[in-house]
């Protein structure tokens, strides 16, 4: 131990935290010094008992699929017997040239769009709003969290109801206006918008959370030297609050996109990919048209696609915007 | 903010938290309903409420049995999540062998990895491995996924106790076993609940997984039993919605009690990754 001691000396605590593991694909390691030492029989008894459960199911679950979901790719293979029927990149070639896969992608773009545009100012407007000392703001941070919590598959079926032709909202406008009856989930044009309305419904709570957190991270001092100072109020969310909030914004951008490339749950309740298949995203393409047809290698070649889009943007992002933070 | 300003911001929040809770606030209503009127008057009040709605669902088995399973797997989730995580995360923190930052690194990859993307030769390699329409066949890949987020939280929080703690207590001939079972897990308690509550929540609401392993009706969970439902009484929808309504209060409960630790967790866990 006298040893690990040496190697703690004689990193500043800094960088000690720079050097750790878990940061090492965002940035290159600066200067991590180590001192090793040997480890005594205890540790490594601790380390061979310990450490195995993790990688071996990490391993078996997780890393092995992934890299078997690019090898399946290539085959034309119905999961029965051994993957033999040998197709190079034709599941791909059907992928590009499949219509509801192309739709699926644009809107997975437009949820992104969407959750950029829409959702995250909301939340952080609101966030604004109640980080305050603003009567009920407790109740009000719990309501809006509160959808959060339900599953997906819960929050897609209450507003299947919801948006329903007969007994919806739209039910209420078009009886108003003495219309008939709008099958907002039905219609080609609108369906999707359902889907960014559940989105925003359920997902908003989150990323004002996580603005709240961020705001009660501030150091009111300065917003109060700046108040003295004679600034004006949107100045000083301008030039003092939006700055600092700067990492917790990246960070809620980061989760918005993740999550929106990966949406699945929602879809199956609410409109199950129709219309007409116009309200797929990539994993509910990967569903209906890999899995329930066990099309395992089509459907492994959509997993790879959308594994490449995560991946690309988890990285470009990290190093782009997240450097600093 | 005072005055006007802050009268129209109060004004527009409650008009907001309105909107949000309304769809679940309508779905509980409806649910007391007649089907003819929630056709007609779907808006408003029952006029006639239709209590048995809500107990022919609380006296039926499958209600109890959809809660149980999720119960059952979540309950193994976070039990596995935990120790296997936390005993990774310890050597991780307080191991250096050759090789450590590559394994690190490696797992650390599953915070990348889409779940969709394994999803279809997972369903071979459980198939293959027997637990097709088994617990284990959702819990162990749950636990594997959770694996990069449970040990990034504990590692860290375990280095941040003081290493004066373990010095003395390997200078006392404590070996590491100890250490960890009588030092690190104690003194681990806020970590070790947002680890679990992360994971619970995450089973609890899972739906991918259990669709694609399960077969058997009677192991479903609550969110593959509240569709199986839907698909059954399409036409009833007031049914359907008490159906939701029931489903979802166990975490509306739990929320509402634990409502600080679970925002605390939730939140936390995505902020430190």
Known sequence: ?325 | MRGLPAIVAFASLVVLAVAVLLPIGLTALNGFKELGELQTHPFGLPRVWMWSNYRDILTSLRYWQVLGNSLLIAALTVFLTLAVSSMAAFTFAHLRFFGDRFLLSYIMLGLLFPVATAILPLFIKIRDLGLLDSYWGIVLPQVAFSLAMSILLLRVAFKQLPTELLDAAMMDGCGYFRYFFFITLPLSGPVLSTVAIISFVGSWNGYLLPLVVLNSESRYPWTLGLMAYQGQYTTSWQLVLAFITLTILPAILIFLLAQRYIVAGLTAGAVKA
């Open chain 1, 1 to 325: 131990m006298a040893m690990d001691r040496v190697a703690l000396a004689s990193a500043p605590a800094g960088e000690r935290v720079d050097a750790s593991p878990e940061t090492a694909f965002a940035k290159a390691p600066a200067a991590y010094v180590e001192t090793r030492r040997r480890m005594s029989m205890n540790g490594w008894a601790t380390l061979l008992i310990f450490l195995p459960p993790a990688l071996l199911l990490f391993t078996i679950f997780v890393a092995l699929p992934m890299v078997e979901a690019g090898w399946y790719s290539f085959f034309n293979w119905n999961g029965f017997g051994r993957p033999e029927k040998f197709i190079g990149l034709k599941n791909y070639v059907w992928l590009s040239g499949n219509p509801a896969f192309t739709r699926a992608l644009i809107n997975n773009g437009l949820i992104i769009v969407a959750s950029l545009l829409v959702q995250l100012p909301l939340a952080l407007g609101v966030a604004l709003l109640i980080a305050g000392r603003m009567t009920g703001a407790v109740w009000f941070r719990m309501i809006f969290f509160l959808p959060y919590i339900l599953a997906d598959v819960a929050a897609g079926l209450i507003w299947r109801f919801m948006l329903d032709g007969q007994i919806g909202i739209p039910a209420i406008v078009t009886s108003l206006l003495g219309l008939q009856p709008f099958y907002l989930l039905g219609s080609t044009d609108w369906a999707f918008s359902a889907v960014l309305i559940v989105i925003l419904w359920k997902y908003f709570g989150f990323h004002m959370m996580l603005y709240i957190a961020g705001l009660q991270g501030i150091d009111r001092e300065m917003l109060e030297a700046a108040e003295m100072d004679g600034t004006q109020p949107y100045q000083r969310f301008w030039h003092i609050t939006l700055p600092l909030l700067g990492p917790m914004i990246r960070l809620s951008i980061f989760f918005s996109v993740v999550g929106a490339l990966q949406l699945f749950d929602i879809i199956v309740p609410l409109t199950g990919g129709g219309p007409f298949d116009t309200t797929h995203t990539m994993v509910s393409f990967l569903y209906y048209f890999g899995i329930t047809r066990m099309r395992v290698g089509f459907g492994s070649a959509v997993g790879v696609v959308l594994f490449v889009i995560c991946v690309t943007f988890a990285f470009g992002y990290r190093r782009l915007f997240m450097r600093d933070d």
